[in-house]
Structure formats: C-alpha cells, structure tokens
C-alpha cells in the first residue's frame, strides 16, 4: 500500500514484513547514496521523512520510529521507517530476555523482520492495521 508518494518519493507499506506501519521510502532518481542528492532533493527527503516519522509517532503510538537505510541489497537510496511500539518492544523482550532499560534497537529490528514475515499475522489486530496506514497517509496528505 502506497501511503505517500510526490515527485521525489514514494513511501509504503514493507511487502516482506507484516509489522503495521514499515514503511520504505523509495527515491524516484534511482540515485545511491544521500552523498549524490542534491541540496534541493537532500532537504525534500528530510522533510519527508520527519513527516513521516511524526505521523507514524502518532497513528502508530510509536515510541520510537527507528529510520535506517543500508541499500545494499537494493543500490538505490531507500529508507526504511520502522514503528518500535510498546507492544513490539514487550514482545522482542519476552523472546530474548532482552533488558527493559537499554533496548538494543538494532537487534530489535532484526528481530521484528525475522518475526513478522509478510505471511505471518502482523501483531495486533488486522482491521486497526489498515485504519493506521489510512492514518498515516492522511496525516502525510495534510502536509
């Protein structure tokens, strides 16, 4: 599901993951890394992902919105906006014995993509999962 998309962007929901509300953000240059932008798109990009990160933050009722970009799989810049909610959190901390105080997000988010395969029930309920992303594309609709 297409959330956001501009003449620089699109942003949408992760295909191959089942958790609400990863998103990636795909550059329509095709350009590979931020280093390439130009200052116009640089700033374009920014502020979209801020948008997005505000908007995840409050349909999601994210506690942290963790916003990664690795392209190596695919060259091409992309983003990937992962919603760390409580519930997500509480979870990754019931498999792992994970310590509450110090949340090692990186392995969270590891954990969450292995966890939650785009064939796996997405955690929570499906009906509030749509109602979210409509959320989020509204409140990216509004500017």
Request: net charge negative; aromatic share 8%.
């Amino acid at each position: 599901m297409i959330v956001f998309e501009d003449a620089w962007v699109t942003l949408e929901q992760a295909d191959f993951c089942s958790v609400p509300g990863y998103l990636v953000m795909r550059l329509k240059s095709g350009v590979e890394s931020m280093g390439d932008l130009e200052p116009e798109t640089a700033s374009h990009v920014g502020q979209v992902l801020s948008r997005a990160a505000r908007a995840l933050e409050a349909a999601a009722g994210a506690e942290r919105v963790y916003i990664l970009t690795f392209a190596e799989i695919d060259r091409r810049l992309h983003f990937h906006l992962f919603p760390r909610t409580r519930e997500i959190k509480s979870a990754f901390l019931a498999a792992t014995g994970g310590d509450p105080a110090a949340v090692n997000g990186p392995l969270l988010f590891e954990w969450a993509r292995e966890s939650y395969p785009a064939d796996r029930p997405p955690p929570g309920d499906r009906d509030s999962a749509g109602a979210m992303l409509r959320s989020v594309a509204a409140r990216l609709a509004d500017g």
